[in-house]
T-cell receptor, first 108, second 114 residues
Framework: KNEVEQSPQNLTAQEGEFITINCSYS?????LHWLQQHPGGGIVSLFM???GKKKHGRLIATINIQEKHSSLHITASHPRDSAVYIC??????????FGKGTLLTVNP | KAGVTQTPRYLIKTRGQQVTLSCSPI?????VSWYQQTPGQGLQFLFE???????NKGNFPGRFSGRQFSNSRSEMNVSTLELGDSALYLC?????????????FGQGTRLTVV
């Protein structure tokens, strides 16, 4: 069993829809990261969470430490949001463990 | 503030050769981690350096090595390249505050082994 599980693996949405990507992990962590990777591109860190909720523009990330679960929400999705979204968890040792990623496609 | 800089961005090498990749972290960050991304395995941790010392290592063969200099810049080296080493190699620089760690990623070096 992978230490970090993401769902869904693939997600197709229409522009304007509300999107949720989930991440569950099985190890103790000090922080959880949500990352975005466009095709052929590098990785951008969207959020780093250790508790509660963070919001940046149309993106919202939440984490429940007790349930070992995090969600990434995108409100009013847009075709430029199309990318792979990756959940990564880290302990105090700076080593990140990654989920397999969720491929999001937003159609106009 | 400059981001994490990786060089080169693209590289083509032949089987059996060796390669050196470079990563310059964000100024003030002392931790640099390296990751390999392949279509089959996804992102996997290679190793992490802090103040010129390797603190953590992933499950990769000894052909993969790295080092960190006093200015925190890091290099990773892969010797005796194999076709399966073709991947995107990412580095991240990190800093800790209040017990939490935030990581910033470079654009990566895409290595193709032919």
């Amino acid at each position: 069993k992978n230490e970090v599980e993401q769902s869904p693996q693939n997600l197709t949405a229409q522009e304007g829809e509300f999107i949720t990507i989930n991440c569950s992990y099985s190890v103790g962590i000090s922080a959880l990261h949500w990352l975005q990777q466009h095709p052929g591109g590098g990785i951008v860190s969207l959020f780093m969470l250790s508790s509660g909720k963070k919001k940046h523009g149309r993106l919202i990330a939440t984490i429940n430490i007790q349930e070992k679960h995090s969600s990434l929400h995108i409100t009013a999705s847009h075709p430029r949001d199309s990318a792979v979204y990756i959940c990564a968890v880290g302990g105090s040792n700076y080593k990140l463990t990654f989920g397999k990623g969720t491929l999001l496609t937003v159609n106009p | 503030k400059a981001g994490v800089t990786q060089t080169p961005r693209y590289l083509i090498k032949t089987r059996g050769q060796q390669v050196t990749l470079s990563c310059s972290p964000i100024s003030g960050h002392r931790s640099v981690s390296w990751y390999q991304q392949t279509p089959g395995q996804g992102l996997q941790f290679l190793f992490e350096y802090f103040s010129e010392t390797q603190r953590n290592k992933g499950n990769f063969p000894g052909r993969f090595s790295g080092r960190q200099f006093s200015n925190s810049r890091s290099e990773m080296n892969v010797s005796t390249l194999e076709l399966g080493d073709s991947a995107l190699y990412l580095c991240a620089s990190s800093f800790s505050f209040g017990g939490y760690t935030e990581a910033f990623f470079g654009q990566g070096t895409r290595l193709t082994v032919v």
